[in-house]
């Protein structure tokens, strides 16, 4: 056999191999398709750090994302099947008022990987789960409020009395009391996700009752705070910015470790089902609290460093933020 044709052989066998791994490289260099949908705007602070962490995904180059806000309960099923049935791999969005038809969606569609937050457990093989787990900068939060308090009064202004808000609250709470016991709350839900005027109410009834530090949980409690000379804590995102003499210090929400991870999870083929609610914790760089900014000079020393103390204890795994979920009661008298 001459080299000629044992050369001409080997390209024969090469190509034959090429040809088969071709769908195998395909897949590992195609740019996974991701819809995101929402039941509120873009702006509305849980759903943006979703929408900011993917639209970053998308800057990279490692995904291509299309969005929808606003998508009514009623129509959150319908948008579903449509993005789903569009090619998309992976689906981003919420499930807290839709469970029962997002988990049928997800069981009709086997091949797409579904990231929602949600209440309840992974459904398998490709409902994973999520949600702000953020109780640990909240804790954190409560202690520089405690600092910042006159009167020992703080409002606190939340959406619904949901697992999701409460933990959050009750951590906060609880921060607030390490540092003084002898504050009172108020509490207060306005039944709503994204209604600003309806939460600058609420805090306004807060403020004539004596709170002079709010917890912002829904928009529109600092912009009540600004115009009445009070504080706000924020929370998930970070709006000192635009409240630069108002908002203290914010719990904040960085969903980008869970985007990755999914986006790499459906790249390799191996996305199944789990809870990714520790990726929202510290430890995961899930969540921080925000730096304090134009209050770094305004918060008493003595409270700024047992919130360092805390934190590093947090960080270390030597302190645990309780997580419960019972609907916080207002103390006030």
Same mark, same amino acid.
């Given at each position: 056999?001459?080299?000629?044709?044992?050369?001409?052989?080997?390209?024969?066998?090469?190509?034959?191999?090429?040809?088969?791994?071709?769908?195998?490289?395909?897949?590992?260099?195609?740019?996974?398709?991701?819809?995101?949908?929402?039941?509120?705007?873009?702006?509305?602070?849980?759903?943006?750090?979703?929408?900011?962490?993917?639209?970053?995904?998308?800057?990279?180059?490692?995904?291509?994302?299309?969005?929808?806000?606003?998508?009514?309960?009623?129509?959150?099923?319908?948008?579903?099947?449509?993005?789903?049935?569009? !090619?998309?791999?992976?689906?981003?969005? @919420?499930? *807290?008022? +839709?469970?029962? #038809? /997002?988990?049928?969606?997800? &069981?009709?569609?086997?091949?797409?990987?579904?990231?929602?937050?949600?209440?309840?457990?992974?459904?398998?093989?490709?409902?994973?789960?999520?949600?702000?787990?953020?109780?640990?900068?909240?804790?954190?939060?409560?202690?520089?409020?405690?600092?910042?308090?006159?009167?020992?009064?703080?409002?606190?202004?939340?959406?619904?009395?949901?697992?999701?808000?409460?933990?959050?609250?009750?951590?906060?709470?609880?921060?607030?009391?390490?540092?003084?016991?002898?504050?009172?709350?108020?509490?207060?839900?306005?039944?709503?996700?994204?209604?600003?005027?309806?939460?600058?109410?609420?805090?306004?009834?807060?403020?004539?009752? !004596?709170?002079?530090?709010?917890?912002? @949980?829904? *928009?529109? +409690?600092?912009? #009540? /705070?600004?115009?009445?000379? &009070?504080?706000?804590?924020?929370?998930?995102?970070?709006?000192?910015?635009?409240?630069?003499?108002?908002?203290?210090?914010?719990?904040?929400?960085?969903?980008?470790?869970?985007?990755?991870?999914?986006?790499?999870?459906?790249?390799?083929?191996?996305?199944?089902?789990?809870?990714?609610?520790?990726?929202?914790?510290?430890?995961?760089?899930?969540?921080?609290?925000?730096?304090?900014?134009?209050?770094?000079?305004?918060?008493?020393?003595?409270?700024?460093?047992?919130?360092?103390?805390?934190?590093?204890?947090?960080?270390?795994?030597?302190?645990?933020?309780?997580?419960?979920?019972?609907?916080?009661?207002?103390?006030?008298?």
């Amino acid at each position: 056999m001459s080299m000629k044709t044992l050369s001409r052989r080997n390209l024969v066998v090469l190509a034959a191999a090429m040809v088969g791994l071709a769908p195998t490289l395909l897949m590992a260099q195609a740019k996974p398709k991701v819809a995101g949908i929402y039941t509120v705007p873009f702006e509305q602070q849980w759903a943006g750090r979703l929408h900011n962490a993917l639209k970053a995904a998308q800057a990279r180059g490692d995904i291509e994302y299309k969005a929808s806000e606003n998508v009514s309960n009623a129509d959150y099923e319908r948008v579903m099947r449509e993005y789903a049935s569009a !090619g998309n791999t992976l689906i981003v969005g @919420e499930a *807290f008022a +839709v469970e029962a #038809a /997002a988990r049928k969606v997800a &069981k009709d569609f086997p091949k797409v990987s579904f990231l929602m937050g949600s209440s309840g457990q992974p459904q398998a093989p490709n409902f994973s789960t999520f949600d702000n787990y953020i109780q640990e900068p909240a804790y954190l939060s409560g202690m520089v409020a405690a600092g910042m308090t006159k009167s020992n009064k703080i409002g606190m202004v939340g959406g619904f009395p949901i697992p999701e808000v409460n933990r959050l609250m009750n951590a906060f709470m609880a921060g607030a009391l390490e540092v003084n016991p002898k504050i009172e709350f108020s509490v207060s839900f306005i039944n709503s996700w994204f209604d600003p005027p309806k939460a600058k109410e609420a805090a306004f009834a807060m403020i004539d009752k !004596g709170a002079d530090v709010l917890y912002a @949980e829904r *928009f529109g +409690v600092s912009d #009540a /705070a600004k115009e009445k000379g &009070k504080y706000a804590i924020g929370n998930v995102i970070n709006t000192q910015a635009q409240y630069p003499d108002t908002v203290v210090a914010s719990a904040i929400w960085h969903f980008e470790p869970s985007a990755d991870r999914a986006i790499k999870l459906v790249k390799e083929g191996k996305f199944t089902a789990e809870d990714y609610g520790q990726y929202s914790m510290m430890k995961y760089k899930g969540s921080s609290l925000a730096p304090l900014g134009t209050f770094e000079k305004k918060v008493p020393a003595d409270t700024v460093a047992k919130m360092k103390a805390k934190e590093k204890l947090i960080l270390e795994g030597k302190f645990t933020v309780k997580v419960d979920d019972n609907q916080p009661k207002s103390n006030a008298k």
